[in-house]
């Protein structure tokens, strides 16, 4: 385990060749982790720079469009998943509960690539499985999209994997309950700011992600995601070099009883010695179980006669009700 500016640093195809003590070993320093700050970069994780590059060049000429090009692929109505989000229509401090200005940033979402046979619960239909609004341009915008995210449920597997290492669970523990999972996939970019933000107005209101784990790939040599730490502090995150930036969420901390940290974190608007109001691209791949699995803390989380801190959820239901509170 290395650090990059007193930030964790995880070799993933290390912990996978790795056996017995050392595999133990290396999942204790995530448990470590997750119990403090639930933030850590991730490198050798074996996804294709062709597949990252390419669906970042696309992303980025996305974003390059004229609004009238984009808002074409939008969003039908507020609460839909998928699609184009414009600016100023979500503010994510909502979903804790605090009112602040809309967020500084737009962006693209998709959802799963296919659905479950037999599956008919409409709720899940309507919402996880909604039909992702594809742009007609760029010409190569779907198929590097579909790859990255194909990609990335790929790797979020493997790390659930370590997850499952690091809390004394056997390797395969999860994977029943993310064979279909409803993970969604986001583009976000947050434009040049040529108007100073509005007081407590941020480029991403300080929250908590709702699902297992997010992956996330920053602009390199990017400012601005801050992490309240366990003093209290907010600790800027830096991007690390080829890695991956992960993060824990609600769920994980539910499984856990709050053994795992379900960090709050925020995009602050830069100085101007750090880019100011300079526009930054980022992409997030939130991970989310089935839509019908019951997550419930491990029994190994709880002492003789404790109750746990929270009921158990059904991921689905979970996820639409904290996506629903944060869109304008």
């Not at 290395?2 to 595999?23: H, I, M, S, W």
């Not at 597949?51 to 004229?66: M, R, S, Y």
């Not at 184009?84 to 503010?91: D, I, N, R, S």
């Not at 239909?125 to 990335?152: D, V």
Request: charged share 20%; net charge negative.
């Amino acid at each position: 385990m290395a650090r990059t500016a007193a930030f964790p640093v995880f070799d993933l195809g290390r912990f996978e060749k790795a056996g017995g003590a050392e595999r133990e070993a290396l999942g204790a320093e995530v448990d470590g982790i997750c119990r403090s700050t639930g933030f850590l970069a991730i490198t050798n994780h074996g996804v294709p720079r062709a597949v990252i590059d390419g669906v970042w060049d696309q992303a980025k000429a996305f974003f390059d469009l004229p609004y009238e090009e984009k808002y074409a692929a939008r969003a039908p109505y507020a609460g839909y998943p998928y699609g184009y989000l414009g600016p100023k229509l979500e503010a994510l401090a909502k979903s804790k509960g605090v009112d602040t200005p809309p967020d500084l940033k737009e962006s693209f979402n998709g959802g799963p690539l296919s659905v479950p046979a037999g599956l008919d619960d409409k709720d899940a239909l309507a919402f996880c499985y909604a039909e992702t609004i594809w742009p007609a341009a760029p010409a190569g915008f779907r198929a590097a999209w579909t790859a990255y995210y194909s990609a990335m449920e790929d790797l979020a597997q493997r790390i659930m994997r370590v997850f499952a290492v690091a809390i004394g669970l056997p390797e395969h523990y999860f994977d029943s309950f993310i064979d279909h999972p409803i993970s969604a996939l986001r583009a976000l970019n947050y434009p040049e700011q040529a108007v100073p933000p509005e007081p407590g107005q941020l480029r991403a209101g300080a929250h908590t992600d709702y699902g297992t784990l997010t992956i996330l790939l920053p602009q390199e040599g990017s400012k601005g995601l801050e992490i309240l730490s366990p003093d209290g502090e907010w600790t800027p995150v830096p991007p690390v070099p080829g890695a991956f930036v992960i993060n824990i969420g609600d769920l994980m901390g539910l499984w856990t009883n709050d053994r795992w940290v379900s960090t709050l974190h925020r995009v602050v608007n830069p100085g101007a010695d750090e880019g100011g109001g300079e526009r930054r691209q980022s992409l997030a791949f939130f991970h989310q179980p089935n839509w019908d699995a019951e997550i419930t803390v491990l029994p190994q989380f709880l002492a003789a006669g404790e109750r746990p801190k929270y009921e158990p959820v059904r991921s689905g239901p979970y996820l639409m009700g904290k996506f629903r509170s944060t869109t304008k």
